[in-house]
């Protein structure tokens, strides 16, 4: 069953001291894999979109895959599946937009190979929650929530509700001052999203980001279900919603991570919110060098006209085969 998209240009990849960086001579182009499934932000509409982006503007080898049904349809609830993860294996950054996969052991094998490697990683939203095995004897439970916020800097916690669901903006986004000249910011500007607030850091409950990481961002949540029961001491309405960290591979090689939590599918129809992506995957790769003053480019290479976010086979497209990128 074929499930993947794959444009074969070839990858290499490179160490510099300690940390996972990448050769990018024009006839040598990273591999991209974007691993979708999350049943609620649409990322099997958004990841393509991205991918198709990196291809046309840097000839980037990309992958993107996908939970299929048995007919090989797209079917973001089908948590058991991620077809095509074989494609980690010579992968030089995994891009990880899913949300509480229960995978076979076969599957997560290639997960596991690519973290255990210490190449980068970017996440989206849910992949603060990428996993949940339910078997309470599964040798991958703590990836459920401990492993997971150890990789790309934390875990479930809460949000501050959803209102009118892709209709309002609910979060207005601001730049850190003490990293404003970071590479992924050039040409990123404030921004409102669709997306709810997330908590991830501080609040009286001593939450916070895992390891290393650095703020980017912040974002003031403008409606909040924790406000109105009175949740604010633990749950403040500002909160980090990007940042960067590193985390460390078997043999101690030190790979870059960036993550969002701002990823609502309408979230993406702003080339500001695209260029942030975009500005961090290149470096995670360790790219930044090839980042613009203004940011990456982010013009749409092709339509993007995603669903709403929601879950339940009434909010995805049906009937859709993993398309050419």
Known sequence: MKSCSFLLIGFSALLLGSLHTVETQAADKPHIVFVTGDDEYRSEESMPMLA???????????????????????????????????????????????????????QFQHFLKYVKSGKPVVGFRTATHAFKFNDPQSPFKEWNDQKIAELVGQKWITHHGHFG??????????????VKDHPILRGVKPYKAYSWLYHVDGGSEGHQLAGDSQPLLTGHSLKSGHQMKGNLDKYPL??????????TGEDGTKGRVFFTTTAHPFDFKDPNVRKLALNGILWSLGMEDKIPADGAKADLAGEYNPNNSGTGPKKYKTGQKPGKL
């Open 52 to 106: 198709k982006i990196l291809k046309r503007d840097y000839g980037f080898d990309v992958t993107v895959c996908y939970s299929l049904d048995e007919d090989g349809n797209i079917s973001p609830g089908n948590q058991k599946s991620i077809s095509g993860l074989e494609a980690l294996d010579d992968a030089d950054l995994m891009v990880l937009f899913t949300r509480f996969r229960d995978l076979p052991p076969e």
């Open 165 to 178: 669901d892709g209709h309002e903006y609910l979060t207005e986004i601001t730049l850190n001052d003490d």
């Open 238 to 247: 500002d909160n980090p919603v990007a940042w960067t960290k590193t985390y």
